[in-house]
């Protein structure tokens, strides 16, 4: 017997993990959300759907305390976007606005180029350099299995804008940060400083790139036209979706499943975040059909407006309040698919060598030992700083990056046989969390 959890538990854990791995709804649940949502972006009549999509699936899969919480989210509209080098050889190329961008006049901007392959090649440029013209940051992402190569990146596409604007730049134009090698454009948010003028800012697609390069880099100056619609709109009313499997000795202790409801508004949202809602709504409804309950809440919450801002993220923290105290750990699905391939922790070190014991039952899915550095994802920020543990199933994010925040990220790019592997970590890891015996020490949290 484990110091922490009944030979009892430890067998049930076997059972949920050899029965997700020889099959779930994982991939029905992903389907329906595709086939009668799609895109669902932060207040649009998709976001409406979805809210009523997952309490309506929550409710038929059987799950308890199905509920929403209101969240009021930034609305805004990418409406039309047009790239195209009018000199030294006029061709058009394939774009999209970042998320929050604000539109050009209804002429357009044409201005000449000024190419950088960072953030820091941007800053080191004086004002004359840049001023008047359209900057054009041509770094390339790096394909990794942890994602790394998106850290290393992303800051073209939020930072960039204000620093650009900053040198008095007119409007910014990035490498998509992806990784895909096809004519698709990665869109993604954009924050603007407030102490900076707001520019007009696109990103183009991997080959777009390489062909301004390389008209960049022959010699001659190079002049593009942009035109964008995009425009910002009133804050709009969208919803957390909550549902839980009830716990029983310890059933006012939570732990916390999270993935987030909301897509980008180019593309139906498949693998970001479709996959990781149906991962861990199908981790619970396993928990939930084993016939005994673990000893306390498992509960799931689809966010809110993640992609945008993170709005229900804070929400659920902000409503919660003193409850945050009985949250006991928390880990979320937003990094696609799966697999799962590594388990990392962020607990007190009394529990580690719970985690170990963890990783031991997860074994036959081939995951490897992490660090106690995890970050629990985007929607778990604000617990994570209040002092709640969280945990790290790394999904495996080698070709995630290929059809992230694009049209192309649909149904055909989502495998039910690695859906199914990662629910099965998933589901062993919330019993296993909902059955242990202590608890995972409490955090410093950000105000300590």
Do not use: C
């Amino acid at each position: 017997m484990s110091a922490d959890w009944s030979e009892g538990d430890l067998d049930l854990a076997a059972t949920l993990r050899d029965r997700a791995t020889e099959g779930t709804r994982a991939y029905e649940h992903v389907s329906s959300l595709v086939t009668e949502v799609g895109p669902r972006f932060a207040g649009s009549a998709g976001d409406t759907a979805a809210v009523r999509w997952a309490l309506n699936t929550l409710g038929t899969l059987g799950f308890s305390q199905v509920r929403t919480q209101d969240v009021l989210v930034p609305r805004w509209v990418r409406g039309t976007a047009e790239v195209s080098i009018l000199a030294p050889f006029p061709q058009p190329l394939v774009a999209v606005a970042l998320g929050g961008s604000v539109g050009t006049a209804e002429e357009g901007i044409e201005a000449s180029v000024v190419r950088v392959e960072s953030l820091d090649a941007l800053k080191a440029l004086s004002a004359d350099a840049v001023k008047g013209r359209i900057v054009f940051i041509d770094q390339r992402m790096e394909r990794t299995r942890d994602a790394s190569g998106y850290g290393a990146t992303v800051a073209i596409r939020s930072q960039g804008p204000s620093i650009a604007a900053d040198l008095g730049a007119v409007a910014l134009v990035i490498r998509s940060v992806g990784t895909s090698p096809d004519r698709i454009a990665h869109t993604g948010g954009l924050t603007y400083r407030a102490d900076a003028p707001r520019i007009p800012a696109f990103a183009v697609s991997n080959p777009d790139a390489d062909l301004l390069a390389r008209q960049v880099n022959a010699g001659k100056p190079v002049r593009l036209h942009l035109h964008s619609t995009a425009r910002e709109l009133p804050p709009a009313w969208s919803a957390n979706v909550i549902g839980e499997i009830p716990g029983g000795e310890r059933a006012d202790e939570v732990v916390l499943l999270g993935a987030h409801l909301d897509s980008w508004d180019v593309g139906p949202g498949a693998v970001d975040d479709g996959a990781g809602v149906a991962i861990v709504m199908e981790a619970a409804r396993l928990i939930g059909r084993l016939g005994r309950k673990p000893a306390r809440t498992i509960r799931v919450v689809l966010f809110a407006n993640e992609e945008f801002g993170l709005s229900g993220a804070r929400e659920y923290a902000r409503q919660i309040g003193e409850e945050m105290n009985r949250h006991v750990v928390a880990f979320e699905a937003d990094l696609g698919q799966g697999p799962v391939w590594r388990l990392d922790s962020r607990v007190a070190p009394e529990a580690l060598p719970a985690i170990s014991q963890m990783l031991k039952v997860l074994q036959p899915l081939n995951l490897e030992s992490g660090m106690n550095t995890a970050s629990g994802g985007a929607d778990l920020r604000p617990l994570r700083e209040a002092g709640v543990p969280v945990l790290d199933l790394s999904l495996d994010a080698t070709n995630y990056f290929d059809i992230h925040h694009t049209a192309n990220d649909t149904l055909a790019k989502i495998d039910a046989r690695t859906l199914d592997q990662s629910v099965a970590a998933f589901a062993v890891t919330a019993w296993l969390a909902a059955t242990k015996q202590g608890d995972f020490g409490r955090l410093q949290s950000k105000t300590e």
